[in-house]
């Protein structure tokens, strides 16, 4: 008997779907262009291959860096925690 994946998304993608309201990417939501330091929205689109962890949705974040056709976007999760997210463009929306 094989067993059975314990991912992050199994069994949730229909929740999540619902909840962001999966639409058509046009070819302006996947070019967009960041500079370092700018403020970016991480919104998960409809792509589920490198949807960011469903925490990080609605946080605002300051770009650090590219990393491939990603941009490294940094965090403050609490007061003392930093975080570092790698996130592709068509997720981040400029704040």
């Given amino acids: 008997m094989s067993q059975r994946s314990h991912g992050l998304?199994?069994?949730?993608?229909?929740?999540?779907a619902r909840h962001h309201?999966?639409?058509?990417?046009?070819?302006t939501k996947l070019i967009k262009?960041?500079?370092?330091?700018?403020?970016?929205?991480?919104?998960?689109?409809?792509?589920?291959?490198?949807?960011?962890?469903?925490?990080?949705?609605?946080?605002?974040g300051v770009v650090i860096g590219r990393q491939g056709a990603s941009y490294i976007v940094k965090i403050n999760t609490s007061k003392s925690s930093v975080r570092k997210l790698?996130?592709?463009q068509m997720h981040l929306e400029k704040a």
């Fill in 9 to 16: 998304f199994v069994g949730r993608t229909r929740h999540l």
């Fill in 33 to 60: 262009d960041f500079n370092v330091n700018d403020r970016v929205l991480i919104l998960p689109k409809s792509n589920f291959a490198n949807i960011p962890h469903p925490r990080y949705r609605g946080r605002i």
């Fill in 21 to 27: 309201k999966p639409s058509k990417l046009g070819i």
């Fill in 86 to 88: 790698i996130v592709p």
